[in-house]
Protein backbone atom coordinates (compact mmCIF):
# COMPACT_ATOMS: atom_id res chain seq x y z
CA UNK A 1 0.00 0.00 0.00
CA UNK A 2 1.15 3.36 -0.61
CA UNK A 3 -0.21 7.04 -0.99
CA UNK A 4 1.94 9.83 -2.20
CA UNK A 5 1.64 13.41 -1.64
CA UNK A 6 3.00 16.20 -4.01
CA UNK A 7 2.34 19.62 -5.46
CA UNK A 8 3.55 21.29 -2.11
CA UNK A 9 6.04 24.48 -2.47
CA UNK A 10 6.14 27.92 -1.46
CA UNK A 11 3.79 30.39 -2.36
CA UNK A 12 3.17 34.09 -1.27
CA UNK A 13 -0.42 35.05 0.76
CA UNK A 14 -3.45 34.59 -1.60
CA UNK A 15 -1.52 32.17 -3.62
CA UNK A 16 -3.17 28.71 -5.38
CA UNK A 17 -1.75 25.38 -5.20
CA UNK A 18 -3.27 21.99 -5.86
CA UNK A 19 -1.92 18.83 -4.08
CA UNK A 20 -2.33 15.28 -5.35
CA UNK A 21 -2.05 12.01 -3.43
CA UNK A 22 -1.99 9.04 -5.51
CA UNK A 23 -2.51 5.64 -3.88
CA UNK A 24 -1.86 1.81 -4.94
CA UNK A 25 -2.28 -1.40 -3.62
CA UNK A 26 -5.86 -1.04 -2.36
CA UNK A 27 -8.98 -0.74 -3.44
CA UNK A 28 -9.20 3.04 -4.14
CA UNK A 29 -12.79 3.68 -4.94
CA UNK A 30 -13.86 2.10 -1.48
CA UNK A 31 -11.92 4.58 0.66
CA UNK A 32 -13.23 7.58 1.95
CA UNK A 33 -9.96 10.16 1.46
CA UNK A 34 -9.04 12.83 3.61
CA UNK A 35 -6.20 15.63 3.54
CA UNK A 36 -5.14 16.79 7.20
CA UNK A 37 -2.36 18.90 8.14
CA UNK A 38 0.18 19.46 10.79
CA UNK A 39 2.19 23.02 11.58
CA UNK A 40 5.08 23.05 13.64
CA UNK A 41 4.42 22.88 17.12
CA UNK A 42 0.41 21.99 16.72
CA UNK A 43 -1.57 18.92 16.61
CA UNK A 44 -2.59 17.23 13.06
CA UNK A 45 -5.95 18.70 12.28
CA UNK A 46 -8.65 17.48 9.67
CA UNK A 47 -8.65 19.70 6.40
CA UNK A 48 -11.43 17.84 4.04
CA UNK A 49 -12.88 14.69 3.54
CA UNK A 50 -14.37 12.94 0.62
CA UNK A 51 -16.55 10.00 1.10
CA UNK A 52 -17.02 7.10 -0.99
CA UNK A 53 -18.85 6.27 -2.65
CA UNK A 54 -21.57 9.30 -2.22
CA UNK A 55 -18.32 11.84 -2.90
CA UNK A 56 -19.75 14.16 -0.43
CA UNK A 57 -17.46 16.44 1.33
CA UNK A 58 -16.43 17.92 4.85
CA UNK A 59 -13.93 21.00 5.31
CA UNK A 60 -12.66 22.58 8.42
CA UNK A 61 -13.75 25.69 8.83
CA UNK A 62 -10.55 27.59 8.53
CA UNK A 63 -10.62 26.61 5.04
CA UNK A 64 -14.00 26.75 3.87
CA UNK A 65 -14.74 28.54 0.54
CA UNK A 66 -10.70 28.10 0.11
CA UNK A 67 -10.42 24.42 -0.34
CA UNK A 68 -11.89 21.83 -2.27
CA UNK A 69 -10.92 18.51 -2.20
CA UNK A 70 -11.98 16.23 -5.19
CA UNK A 71 -11.53 12.19 -6.27
CA UNK A 72 -10.48 10.91 -9.95
CA UNK A 73 -11.46 7.04 -9.17
CA UNK A 74 -10.07 5.71 -12.38
CA UNK A 75 -6.77 7.35 -12.04
CA UNK A 76 -6.65 6.37 -7.79
CA UNK A 77 -6.11 10.30 -7.07
CA UNK A 78 -7.19 12.75 -4.69
CA UNK A 79 -6.55 16.25 -4.80
CA UNK A 80 -6.66 19.10 -2.76
CA UNK A 81 -7.19 22.41 -4.43
CA UNK A 82 -6.00 25.71 -2.38
CA UNK A 83 -6.74 29.01 -2.93
CA UNK A 84 -6.65 32.12 -1.52
CA UNK A 85 -3.89 30.58 0.84
CA UNK A 86 -2.60 32.51 4.06
CA UNK A 87 0.50 32.11 5.89
CA UNK A 88 -1.09 30.28 8.50
CA UNK A 89 -2.00 27.34 5.92
CA UNK A 90 1.59 26.78 6.71
CA UNK A 91 2.02 22.91 7.19
CA UNK A 92 2.90 19.17 6.27
CA UNK A 93 0.07 18.42 4.33
CA UNK A 94 -1.10 14.49 4.72
CA UNK A 95 -3.43 12.33 2.84
CA UNK A 96 -5.03 9.41 4.56
CA UNK A 97 -7.60 6.52 2.88
CA UNK A 98 -9.82 5.29 5.65
CA UNK A 99 -12.90 3.17 5.66
CA UNK A 100 -16.45 4.07 8.37
CA UNK A 101 -14.90 1.24 10.50
CA UNK A 102 -11.19 2.19 10.71
CA UNK A 103 -10.75 5.91 9.09
CA UNK A 104 -6.56 5.35 9.41
CA UNK A 105 -6.21 2.85 7.94
CA UNK A 106 -3.32 4.44 5.74
CA UNK A 107 -1.43 7.49 5.36
CA UNK A 108 0.73 9.19 3.30
CA UNK A 109 4.40 10.73 4.29
CA UNK A 110 3.23 14.43 3.16
CA UNK A 111 3.99 17.15 1.43
CA UNK A 112 4.88 20.72 2.94
CA UNK A 113 3.52 23.84 2.11
CA UNK A 114 5.20 27.23 3.05
CA UNK A 115 2.97 30.26 2.75
CA UNK A 116 5.15 33.16 3.06
CA UNK A 117 6.35 36.51 1.37
Known amino acids: VHLGESGGGLVQPGGSLRLSCAAS????????MSWFRQAPGKERELVAL????????TYADSVKGRFTISRDNPKNTVYLQMNSLKPEDTAVYYC???????????WGKGTLVTVSS
Open 96 to 106: RAGSSFNPDLY
Open 25 to 32: GFTFNRYH
Open 50 to 57: ITSPTGET
